[in-house]
């Protein structure tokens, strides 16, 4: 009987997977008619707030889409990060809430960065988003080649800008793990 349940779970998520697939590739604003038309089909009601802007919200996690609702350069002006590597999470939240751009190659980031988010030039991007990645952990590696994408450490870090001491407390939770243990010496 386990093994029945564990392919129904199975075909579920494999459903749910390819249903929002398929979604992402559509504007926003048509997403709710196809989903009302897609449960009517199966004999379901879709519910009555489907076209309202919390339902969005709600699905992007409650306050991930806070101030979504202006331009890039406002929305980074309005966070007010501290340093190159907040200001790279940033971008990269705007991107994958805003404009449904969840990987970047660093030539990208570059470019929103001075284009669009109207910032000064970062001198080499590639060092500042690998360790915003490595060190700090506010990305993560994308799936395709050279690719990143903002990680929920990062995502976390934005939400909480531009209080900086709720950043820190963020920063310091994230690096928490036990010492490497030292070796014995050999006599």
Same mark, same amino acid.
């Given at each position: 009987?386990?093994?029945?349940?564990?392919?129904?779970?199975?075909?579920?998520?494999?459903?749910?997977?390819?249903?929002?697939?398929?979604?992402?590739?559509?504007?926003?604003?048509?997403?709710?008619?196809?989903?009302?038309?897609?449960?009517?089909?199966?004999?379901?009601?879709?519910?009555?707030?489907?076209?309202?802007?919390?339902?969005?919200?709600?699905?992007?996690? #409650?306050?991930?889409?806070? #101030?979504?609702?202006?331009?890039?350069?406002?929305?980074?002006?309005?966070?007010?990060?501290?340093?190159?590597?907040?200001?790279?999470?940033?971008?990269?939240?705007?991107?994958?809430?805003?404009?449904?751009?969840?990987?970047?190659?660093?030539?990208?980031?570059?470019?929103?960065?001075?284009?669009?988010?109207?910032?000064?030039?970062?001198?080499?991007?590639?060092?500042?988003?690998?360790?915003?990645?490595?060190?700090?952990?506010?990305?993560?590696?994308?799936?395709?080649?050279?690719?990143?994408?903002?990680?929920?450490?990062?995502?976390?870090?934005?939400?909480?800008?531009?209080?900086?001491?709720?950043?820190?407390?963020?920063?310091? #939770?994230?690096?928490?793990?036990?010492?490497?243990?030292?070796?014995?010496?050999?006599?």
């Amino acid at each position: 009987m386990a093994k029945k349940d564990s392919l129904q779970l199975s075909a579920k998520l494999k459903a749910i997977e390819v249903i929002v697939k398929e979604l992402q590739k559509l504007d926003e604003s048509d997403r709710p008619d196809v989903i009302s038309f897609a449960l009517k089909q199966v004999g379901l009601t879709p519910p009555t707030n489907l076209n309202s802007p919390q339902s969005d919200s709600s699905i992007a996690g #409650g306050s991930q889409s806070a #101030g979504l609702d202006t331009s890039m350069a406002d929305f980074v002006k309005n966070k007010n990060p501290k340093n190159e590597y907040q200001r790279v999470a940033v971008i990269a939240y705007y991107r994958e809430y805003k404009q449904n751009r969840k990987e970047f190659k660093n030539a990208e980031m570059s470019q929103a960065n001075t284009q669009e988010a109207r910032q000064p030039k970062i001198s080499n991007i590639t060092d500042v988003v690998t360790k915003a990645r490595d060190r700090y952990k506010f990305l993560t590696k994308g799936t395709g080649k050279a690719t990143h994408q903002l990680s929920t450490h990062g995502a976390d870090i934005v939400n909480a800008l531009p209080d900086q001491e709720s950043v820190k407390k963020l920063i310091a #939770g994230a690096k928490s793990r036990k010492p490497r243990k030292k070796k014995k010496e050999k006599k």
